[in-house]
């Protein structure tokens, strides 16, 4: 058996020399002074030869251990050396798959699949932004704690939605690293119930008839960018969503017809959709129609290449006096729902041009074919009630 004052005294010589141990480990002395450790073993009847390293760097009862493992390995039917080339392979190939690189794949392949640019936009800083403590990780070295830690870092800034939209997100790249072969567990699995429940937000809307006449005078009188006042009468006829009307093309519209169809790709949903305009809202796009020469209908004051912001349409609520307790952009829909639904039309109706809808197919078809004269009926009861809703109203906001 060697020992440690053998091994330290090893000198060099001209040619490399041996010097053995049991079970087959022996140190190869190097002619320049190195002192490498070397296993021989048999296996499959063939003569093979396996490094664990050099002297200091592994010293001998570790070298010993190694021995002992790789022997173990034999009289399982393993071969050592094999095992070594496949662990080195799935070194490497752990590092080249970090979380970054998988969640990388996953945004690709939702913008090859089609997904709204606001859903990119969104996705983009959850995965790259949010989670950029995670970006250098091997996917398979992730564990449920460090995901707790990420989480609860956002939680305690009294984000619990993103914390919880996170979670969700971080979970689909692992699902993804999954089904690709790149690892085997969802370490956001364990940490269910482990956030805070968010906090309900509810859009702020005005649902009072006379208080929403009052609104909508506010915004006829309003002096700001004529889009921005157009995007918010548009908002109100519509019954659509503040990201549909900002990113509002001109191909999308036929007045004669009186429709605006929505791409799918735009929706919420996935799906088209097509809403009827009323009278007013066939006379508020035209009326926009040569105020730009560009593709978008309602464009940014400083680009007519890049569309309104909705930021833009909160703040011009608020230089009309309202607070964002009161109303949002989004509380639009809030109001037609509520005040169309308390004045006894038809909820399915009403359901229909929120383009909330059926998640069975053969029944959202059906609704869709049955349900489109009673939207363009709708839709222009809407916008009658809103004129009415103005004259009705005895004052509005001051503008600030």
Sequence with gaps: MLTQFAITNAKPKAKPYKLADQGGLYLLVKPTG?????????????????????????????????????????????????????????????????????????LKKAEDEGAAEATMAKNRWLLEDLAAPLATRPITQIKPVEVLNLLRRIERTGRRETAHRLRGAIGGVFRFAIITSRAETDPTAALRGALLKPQTQHRASITDEQELGALMRSIDEYDGWPTLTAALGLLALTMTRPGDVRHAKRPEFDLKKAVWRIPGERMKMRRPHDVPLSRQAVGLVEGMWDLSDGELLLPSIRSPDRPLSENAMNSALRRMGYTKTEVTAHGFRSSASTIL???????????????????????????????WDKRVKLMQAWADLLDEFRQSSVTIRKVA
């Design 34 to 106: 190195m002192r490498l450790w070397r296993f021989r073993y048999r296996f499959a009847g063939k003569e093979n030869t396996l490094s664990f390293g050099s002297f200091p760097a592994v010293p001998l009862g570790e070298a010993r251990g190694k021995r002992d493992e790789a022997r173990k390995q034999v009289a399982a039917g393993i071969d050592p050396s094999q095992q070594k080339k496949l662990e080195r392979i799935g070194v490497t190939t752990a590092a080249q798959n970090t979380f970054k690189v998988i969640a990388g794949e996953l």
């Design 341 to 371: 639904n308390e004045r006894g039309f038809d909820p399915e109706v009403i359901e229909a041009a929120l383009a909330h809808q059926d998640e069975n197919e053969m029944r959202r078809i059906y609704n869709r074919a049955t349900y």
